[in-house]
């Protein structure tokens, strides 16, 4: 339920629809709009009666809103979220490219691809230190000491770090270094995961599931809203269908009807969502075009040496070129590539 405030409405008048709704032991959130303020409702099992609402005083409507997500659908909020990222704004009009290695491999790797992704353009420096492998034999990341070198790396170079929080074990240690904790494919609906996160007070990227539904996505998102972290975007990175000649399939589609339903920003991953070097940057070329607020794009300068997904990883040299076409890509789409900014 949303409940839509008179634009003249007493700040008396707003204090008696917020005790209602924690009378019925229900959650309000205040929602300030460009014209008046609207109230949203959570934590009610079933359909409430809006005629509960319409009559008091202040009160212009109480619309039922019918999607299962509420906080992170547009019904709630029809502003678009930004979210802030040391010295950058995720979201609206502005576009942000998070490169870096799949995996933080070693002090000299990853200060050497941090200042060529730097060079190239790229705002923020990603970098898995615990990694979500298929194989329990395959390279899981320096852990901590991976962290900390990406930390190292990110300073050195002047950008904020992204980086995977794989599990409640390690959420403290992740946090304490990274700018964004990165939630993986495989973690979309770690509701346990999601609900320590939710504490945190550091930007959340939610990636897609591989089999999940738009709604099972931003419910997910919904677990990091209503329990207290709205700094959330979202990442697409491709789903698992039938088509085998990819290492999944990247629902572009979805890039527009997150943007419809939802207010929270989403950049697309065409590194895991192709799995081959050859067909980044034509994906990401179209995920500019489709309209995403970002992206993120695994580089590494030595591929064949990669301990992680070096089939997927960008020379440095091709990073750059792709980064000359997002300027001008965004451009045409109404988004604007964000200049490099000092980061304190
Ligand atoms: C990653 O970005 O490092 C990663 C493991 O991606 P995903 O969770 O999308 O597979
Ligand atoms: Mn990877």
Avoid at 199 to 215: C, E, F, I, Q
Wanted: with cysteine.
């Amino acid at each position: 339920m949303l409940i839509l405030m008179n634009s003249d409405h007493t700040k008396a008048e707003l204090e008696g629809v917020l005790r209602k709704i924690r009378a019925m032991k229900l959650k309000p959130h205040v929602i300030p709009g460009a014209q008046s303020v609207a109230v949203g409702i959570t934590g009610n099992a079933g359909a409430l009666d809006p005629r509960e609402f319409v009559g008091l005083p202040g009160v212009k409507d109480a619309v039922p809103v019918t999607k299962p997500y509420k906080l992170s659908g547009r019904d709630f909020k029809h502003a678009d979220t930004i979210v802030k990222i040391g010295p950058y704004e995720l979201g609206g009009k502005g576009f942000l490219v998070i490169a870096g290695p799949c995996a933080v491999e070693s002090e000299e790797q990853v200060f050497r691809i941090a200042r060529k992704v730097k060079a190239a353009g790229a705002q923020l420096l990603r970098g898995g230190a615990f990694k979500p492998r298929t194989s329990p034999y395959a390279f899981q990341g320096l852990g901590i000491e991976g962290l900390k070198l990406l930390a190292a790396a990110g300073k050195e170079v002047g950008m904020p770090i992204v980086t995977e929080v794989l599990d409640q074990r390690t959420l403290e240690d992740v946090a304490a270094f990274a700018d964004v904790l990165q939630v993986g494919a495989r973690n979309m609906q770690n509701f346990a995961l999601l609900k320590d996160l939710a504490k945190v007070k550091k930007p959340v990227m939610l990636k897609r599931g591989m089999s999940a539904t738009l709604d099972e996505w931003l419910m997910s998102a919904e677990y990091l809203l209503s329990e207290g972290n709205s700094r959330v975007f979202l990442c697409e990175r491709g789903v698992r269908t039938f088509s085998d000649h990819a290492r999944n399939t990247l629902d572009l589609n979805v890039v527009p009807a997150v943007k419809e339903l939802s207010h929270l920003p989403i950049i697309v991953d065409p590194s895991h969502a192709t799995g081959a070097r050859s067909r980044v940057a034509p994906m990401a070329r179209a995920a500019a075009a489709a309209g995403a607020h970002g992206l993120m794009i695994e580089v590494h300068d030595r591929p064949r040496e990669a301990l992680c997904d070096g089939a997927q990883a960008l020379p440095p040299e091709d990073f750059a070129a792709l980064m000359k076409d997002l300027g001008k890509i965004t451009a045409a789409v109404g988004h604007e590539m964000t200049p490099q900014r000092k980061v304190r």
